[in-house]
């Protein structure tokens, strides 16, 4: 009886995800949006035709990558193996089954937590849900991280609700296959392993403790050859060495002093402009055209440009390396100052502005188009992500005044970890994709609340 719904469900996600890859195809080879995707593509290429982890396949001398880890290149460069190197159509169409499929893993863990008709509703949600064929019709991360985080998750509950040992490990596995594409995720696992046994009694008992210390030994364990091979080739145990907190941090200590979109025009300043003296008389020009103090603004593009060129300078493609991982000590020390000099002002732009875009503020819309877009409509397209997230709120609420705690536990504190590890640094809304189908679990669970108690 649910193979007939699931699968339209499937179809709608599959034409919903084709319509942004025919909006977005122009984005693939764009030099100003999303330029991420330059290096997952040069990664990804290297991977299909030398199987090296490198940017620089064509390098006499080895050169490691510092920046990504290599779970997203491994997926793209499959792709590119089996249909062309560099065909970004193929792999968009991948990200589109991978997205058909999410939906099914959306069902399976609504339906484990509250029955049939949350997870039928849950699964149409997230065929709806815009943001996620969005960034699956690019050659970023999001999507794919998304489809792993939400198949580890769903492992973790069922391996909660069972207590089988052999579940467990296969949580323990996903959750460190989830950091080898986002390496915030790294310690999500081992928060699992704490907080869910200190906030229920049932995950006290002894068979609980050791299914949740084998699923930490297991995520611990799948590290090691990862950090094996940066340590044999970088010196440092380290998931991602350029890829720490420290411009992370950095942006962070900016956020929320202007719009989103002054700030972005201050970084194409910044980009745009080669001569220092002529990039400050423009910044001091944009200041008063906003009529806001052009201190700031010049101390940002400064340091912006003064980072930046540690690494740009090194011709050498392994120094070049080396000055990525310098860069993020220097942003770091940067980020510190700023925070000294405003820290109550930085705590409360992090716990407004960084908040909401962290969880409301995906806006669907092509990068090129989005200055475009009429304010009020904008502001449309937060208040659904406000809504969903306050469906959300009901649908948590309900499983603990209904005795589920332990699927309230465990679908909430995902979303409590990337909250807790994101809200210091620079937030992006992408940041929390990888846990919205949590959200839109928990979303169809307020929806279907008044059923839940027929629920098996």
């Not at 792999?91 to 049939?116: H, N």
């Not at 995950?203 to 090691?224: C, D």
């Not at 907190?245 to 402009?273: F, P, V, Y």
Request: hydrophobic share 50%; charged share 15%.
């Amino acid at each position: 009886m649910l193979r007939r719904p699931l699968l339209i469900i499937a179809l709608v996600a599959l034409a919903h995800a084709a319509l942004y890859i025919v909006y977005q195809q122009g984005e693939w080879q764009s030099a100003t949006a999303w330029t991420d995707q330059r290096g997952y593509q040069r990664l990804g290429a290297a991977l299909a035709t030398t199987g090296q982890f490198t940017r620089y396949a064509d390098s006499v001398t080895f050169v490691p990558e510092v920046i990504r880890t290599p779970g997203y290149p491994l997926f793209v460069a499959l792709i590119y193996k089996l249909f062309g190197v560099g065909n970004d159509l193929a792999v968009a169409i991948a990200q589109a089954v991978v997205f058909a499929s999410l939906c099914v893993l959306v069902f399976l863990l609504a339906r484990r937590a509250a029955g049939d008709r949350a997870g039928l509703v849950a699964a149409g949600m997230t065929a709806l849900y815009s943001p996620l064929p969005y960034f699956g019709s690019l050659i970023v991360t999001e999507l794919w991280t998304t489809f792993v985080a939400t198949a580890a998750i769903l492992a973790c509950l069922r391996a909660a609700q069972h207590g089988r040992l052999r579940d467990y490990v296969i949580a323990g596995a996903l959750f460190t296959g989830t950091t080898m594409v986002r390496p915030a995720f790294v310690l999500l696992p081992f928060f699992l392993a704490v907080a869910v046994p200190l906030l229920l009694r049932t995950q006290r008992t002894r068979p609980a403790l050791q299914g949740w210390a084998a699923l930490a030994a297991t995520a611990a364990i799948a590290l090691v050859p990862w950090l094996t091979y940066n340590y044999a080739n970088l010196g440092q145990l380290t998931l991602s060495p350029a890829g720490g907190i420290g411009r992370g941090l950095w942006e962070g200590s900016w956020q929320g002093r202007w719009s989103g979109r002054l700030q972005r025009d201050l970084i194409n300043l910044a980009e745009s402009i080669d001569d220092r003296d002529a990039l400050n008389v423009r910044v001091a020009e944009k200041a008063a055209e906003v009529r806001l103090p052009a201190e700031p603004m010049l101390q940002y593009v400064n340091e912006w440009r003064d980072i930046r060129d540690i690494w740009n300078r090194p011709t050498d493609p392994m120094e070049r390396a080396r000055a990525r991982v310098e860069a993020d000590r220097v942003y770091a020390s940067h980020a510190v100052a700023n925070m000294r000099e405003d820290p109550i002002g930085h705590v409360r732009r992090r716990l407004t502005v960084g908040l909401f875009v962290l969880w409301a503020a995906d806006v669907p819309i092509r990068y090129g188009d989005i200055n475009a877009v009429p304010t009020a409509a904008i502001r449309g397209i937060w208040l659904v992500q406000v809504f969903v997230l306050a469906l959300a709120v009901v649908g948590a609420v309900h499983l603990a005044r209904t005795g589920r705690w332990l699927e309230a536990v465990l679908l909430v504190l995902p979303i409590v970890y990337v909250t807790g590890v994101h809200l210091p640094l620079l937030c992006e809304t992408r940041q929390s994709l990888p846990v919205k189908p949590v959200v839109l679990a928990l979303a169809a669970i307020g929806v279907t609340r008044r059923s839940l108690h027929t629920a098996p």
